[in-house]
């Protein structure tokens, strides 16, 4: 199993700033997944975060908007750039192995005015 | 393109009762087929995994189909208790990385 910690819980920001949100893992982990959940909707994969490389984008996110680090195995950042109210929404750091569960964090909160 | 569907609207039981949630997927051949719970507030927790050579699985009050043909699982958690009000996500893999996660069938379990 593996215990994750992010933070903030939640943030109100102002249009065109950015957020960066922090996600900790307690154990080392290759793989870091970034979703997004919109009210209402599934949740989406961002991007996935391997330590040591680029992360890679889904398609209709980009690398400007949301830029990714992965400085260490249990350790990984997503900024939320230039936001918009359309960014309105939950951020989720998550965990696992191909195949296996996924392990989640609390979740974002996130409300652009 | 590859969807899941679970009903939107949400499932109201009175407890002690059995609850039904239903995910159904098109255009994708699942190697695995996951049930989370979330939580207001909170992220999903994985409840039940079940892979596409299975038919059932079950742990405690839960119990999972797998119908590859009909292209359909259904969540069972028997005997409800108000304490398994949540919202329900049924995820789909392929045996990579990526899931596609249903929008999720909010349960009300009433005592």
């Known amino acids: 199993s593996a215990v994750i910690s992010q933070k903030p819980s939640r943030d109100i920001c102002q249009r065109g700033t950015s957020l960066t949100i922090q996600c900790q893992v307690d154990?080392?982990?290759?793989?870091m997944f970034w979703y997004r959940q919109q009210p209402g909707q599934s949740l989406t994969l961002i991007a996935t975060?391997?330590?040591?490389?680029?992360?890679?984008?889904e398609s209709g996110f980009v690398i400007d908007k949301f830029p990714i680090s992965r400085p260490n195995l249990t350790f990984s950042t997503l900024t939320v750039s230039n936001m918009s109210p359309e960014d309105s929404s939950i951020y989720l750091c998550?965990?696992?192995?191909?195949?296996?569960?996924?392990?989640f964090g609390s979740g974002t909160q996130l409300s652009v005015l | 393109s590859q969807k899941i569907e679970q009903n939107s609207e949400a499932l109201n039981i009175q407890e002690g009762k059995t609850a039904t949630l239903t995910c159904n997927y098109t255009n994708y051949s699942p190697a695995y087929l996951q049930w989370y719970r979330q939580d207001p507030g909170r992220g999903p927790v994985f409840l039940l995994l079940i892979r596409e050579n299975e038919k059932e699985k079950r742990k405690e009050r839960l119990k999972v189909t797998f119908d590859t043909t009909l292209k359909q699982s259904l969540f069972h958690i028997t005997a409800s208790q108000p304490a398994d009000s949540a919202t329900y996500l049924c995820a789909l893999n392929s045996g990579t990385y990526k899931y596609i996660f249903g929008t999720g069938t909010r349960l009300k379990v009433l005592a």
């Open positions: 975060a391997n330590q040591g490389s680029e992360a890679t984008y």
């Open positions: 998550s965990v696992g192995r191909e195949g296996e569960k996924l392990f």
């Open positions: 154990s080392q982990v290759t793989m």
